[in-house]
Protein backbone atom coordinates (compact mmCIF):
# COMPACT_ATOMS: atom_id res chain seq x y z
CA UNK A 1 0.00 0.00 0.00
CA UNK A 2 1.05 3.14 -0.90
CA UNK A 3 0.21 6.62 1.12
CA UNK A 4 0.57 10.23 -0.12
CA UNK A 5 0.58 13.12 1.78
CA UNK A 6 0.36 16.92 0.60
CA UNK A 7 1.21 19.58 2.20
CA UNK A 8 1.68 23.30 1.66
CA UNK A 9 -1.86 24.49 0.93
CA UNK A 10 -3.45 27.56 2.44
CA UNK A 11 -4.56 31.36 1.53
CA UNK A 12 -3.07 33.65 -0.42
CA UNK A 13 -3.98 36.86 -2.46
CA UNK A 14 -4.22 36.52 -5.93
CA UNK A 15 -1.05 37.12 -8.06
CA UNK A 16 0.73 35.37 -4.65
CA UNK A 17 2.72 32.22 -4.71
CA UNK A 18 2.22 28.38 -3.14
CA UNK A 19 4.52 25.33 -3.33
CA UNK A 20 2.47 21.96 -2.60
CA UNK A 21 3.94 19.24 -1.84
CA UNK A 22 3.46 15.34 -2.06
CA UNK A 23 5.84 12.70 -0.40
CA UNK A 24 4.40 9.09 -1.36
CA UNK A 25 5.35 6.29 1.13
CA UNK A 26 4.62 2.62 1.72
CA UNK A 27 6.63 -0.67 1.06
CA UNK A 28 7.76 -1.63 -1.97
CA UNK A 29 6.52 0.42 -4.52
CA UNK A 30 7.56 1.72 -7.94
CA UNK A 31 6.22 5.32 -9.17
CA UNK A 32 6.16 5.69 -13.46
CA UNK A 33 4.21 9.12 -12.37
CA UNK A 34 2.76 11.27 -10.53
CA UNK A 35 -0.16 13.79 -10.84
CA UNK A 36 -2.01 17.13 -9.59
CA UNK A 37 -5.56 17.61 -9.61
CA UNK A 38 -8.02 19.68 -8.52
CA UNK A 39 -11.67 20.31 -7.19
CA UNK A 40 -12.95 23.82 -6.97
CA UNK A 41 -15.66 24.58 -5.35
CA UNK A 42 -19.07 22.96 -6.65
CA UNK A 43 -16.84 21.80 -9.76
CA UNK A 44 -15.72 18.39 -10.99
CA UNK A 45 -12.36 17.12 -10.37
CA UNK A 46 -9.89 18.44 -13.07
CA UNK A 47 -6.57 17.41 -14.60
CA UNK A 48 -3.51 20.30 -13.55
CA UNK A 49 -0.23 18.00 -14.60
CA UNK A 50 1.88 15.12 -13.97
CA UNK A 51 5.30 14.35 -14.31
CA UNK A 52 7.05 11.40 -15.46
CA UNK A 53 9.52 9.76 -12.77
CA UNK A 54 12.05 8.52 -14.53
CA UNK A 55 13.15 11.32 -17.31
CA UNK A 56 11.35 14.06 -15.39
CA UNK A 57 8.87 15.20 -18.54
CA UNK A 58 6.08 17.41 -17.53
CA UNK A 59 2.45 17.93 -19.01
CA UNK A 60 0.04 20.57 -17.65
CA UNK A 61 -3.77 21.95 -18.16
CA UNK A 62 -3.97 24.77 -20.66
CA UNK A 63 -5.14 26.85 -17.53
CA UNK A 64 -2.26 26.99 -15.83
CA UNK A 65 0.68 26.67 -18.14
CA UNK A 66 3.05 29.33 -17.96
CA UNK A 67 2.03 29.55 -13.93
CA UNK A 68 2.37 26.28 -12.42
CA UNK A 69 5.53 23.84 -12.23
CA UNK A 70 6.22 20.34 -11.45
CA UNK A 71 9.18 18.96 -9.96
CA UNK A 72 10.31 15.74 -8.32
CA UNK A 73 12.62 14.54 -5.78
CA UNK A 74 13.35 10.96 -6.80
CA UNK A 75 14.99 9.98 -3.39
CA UNK A 76 12.47 11.44 -1.37
CA UNK A 77 9.83 10.13 -3.58
CA UNK A 78 8.18 13.59 -3.37
CA UNK A 79 6.51 15.85 -6.07
CA UNK A 80 5.92 19.56 -5.96
CA UNK A 81 3.83 21.94 -7.36
CA UNK A 82 5.10 25.32 -7.62
CA UNK A 83 2.47 27.92 -8.60
CA UNK A 84 2.62 31.53 -8.84
CA UNK A 85 0.42 34.21 -10.48
CA UNK A 86 -2.24 32.79 -8.57
CA UNK A 87 -5.97 33.42 -9.53
CA UNK A 88 -8.95 33.20 -7.96
CA UNK A 89 -10.16 30.82 -10.02
CA UNK A 90 -7.16 28.97 -8.63
CA UNK A 91 -8.89 28.34 -5.52
CA UNK A 92 -9.85 24.18 -5.02
CA UNK A 93 -8.55 21.09 -3.29
CA UNK A 94 -5.41 19.68 -4.71
CA UNK A 95 -4.79 16.11 -4.63
CA UNK A 96 -1.64 14.32 -6.04
CA UNK A 97 -2.02 10.84 -7.61
CA UNK A 98 0.62 8.06 -7.82
CA UNK A 99 0.76 5.68 -11.14
CA UNK A 100 3.01 2.80 -9.87
CA UNK A 101 3.30 1.48 -13.99
CA UNK A 102 2.89 2.19 -17.20
CA UNK A 103 0.42 -0.76 -17.51
CA UNK A 104 -1.57 0.58 -14.81
CA UNK A 105 -3.05 3.06 -16.99
CA UNK A 106 -4.30 5.45 -14.81
CA UNK A 107 -3.16 6.04 -11.39
CA UNK A 108 -3.56 3.66 -8.18
CA UNK A 109 -2.90 5.67 -5.58
CA UNK A 110 -4.62 9.45 -4.31
CA UNK A 111 -3.82 11.49 -1.38
CA UNK A 112 -6.31 13.28 0.65
CA UNK A 113 -5.85 16.68 -0.74
CA UNK A 114 -5.07 19.95 0.42
CA UNK A 115 -7.43 23.66 0.11
CA UNK A 116 -5.92 26.23 -1.85
CA UNK A 117 -7.81 29.29 -1.06
CA UNK A 118 -7.16 32.27 -3.43
CA UNK A 119 -8.54 35.58 -2.58
CA UNK A 120 -9.00 39.09 -4.63
Known amino acids: QVQLVESGGGLVQAGGSLRLSCAASGRRFSIYRMGWFRQGPGKEREFVGA????????IYADSVKGRFTISRDNAKNTVYLQMNSLKVEDTAVYSC?????????????WGQGTQVTVSS
Open 97 to 109: ALQSEATAGWYDY
Open 51 to 58: IWWTDGRT
